[in-house]
């Protein structure tokens, strides 16, 4: 399959079957993604950051780690990483955090708006969206202070994370809007299924 392109600051849904592959490319660097997973059969059960932490026993994923749900079953596993820097602390960006840390600029919906928009056809409301899997996003944490920074992605143009899936899922994916998290530019992102 051909590579399907999120435009700059939107997002999109689409099931994903157990066994397929789901590529996301940053085609340009420098773009963060954020990622959901729900599982088809019971919405109700969804990525959870909380879980995937405590079982790889770090913060920083890559090739080899599982993301788990809220019921501790995997859903995907990472099978191939070019970057091996994302981000799976910080909630989708929306007009409220665009309030918080932009209050001159614009208002935007940001991820939180559109994965809420995207997911809605499956039956996911505002209150259903957990913490994303935020694709290439560069969050360094001083390990001694606790104090994290949003940084500009280190991945390059091209670079991609491979998943596979570990049940069918609904998934939800974004080219994220929020400016400190991109290196100050909107860019799309790119997806692929196999
Ligand atoms: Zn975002």
Redesign the pocket.
């Known amino acids: 399959m051909t590579a399907t392109e999120i435009p700059p600051r939107s997002g999109t849904a689409f099931t994903l079957d157990a066994g397929q592959t789901l590529t996301v490319i940053d085609p340009r660097g420098v773009q963060?993604a954020?990622l959901l997973a729900y599982n088809r059969d019971d919405i109700r059960e969804v990525i959870s950051s909380g879980r995937t932490f405590d079982y790889a026993e770090t913060i920083r994923l890559t090739t080899g780690h599982l993301l788990y749900s809220n019921r501790s079953t995997p859903m995907l596993e990472i099978v191939a990483d070019d970057v091996g820097v994302h981000d799976f602390l910080l909630t989708?960006?929306s007009y409220d955090t665009f309030h918080h840390f932009y209050p001159d600029e614009p208002p935007h919906r940001?991820?939180f708006g559109n994965l809420a928009a995207a997911l809605e056809p499956y039956g996911v409301t505002e209150d259903m969206i957990p913490v994303a899997f935020?694709c290439f996003m560069n969050v360094p944490i001083d390990g001694a202070t606790g104090r994290l920074q949003v940084l500009p992605p280190v991945s390059k143009a091209g670079d991609r994370i491979v998943f596979r899936a570990l049940m069918d899922l609904v998934i939800g994916l974004?080219a994220?809007?929020?400016g400190a998290?991109n290196g100050g530019s909107f860019k799309p992102i790119e997806y692929r299924i196999d």
């Open positions: 963060v954020d989708p960006c940001g991820c935020n974004t994220c809007s929020a998290s």
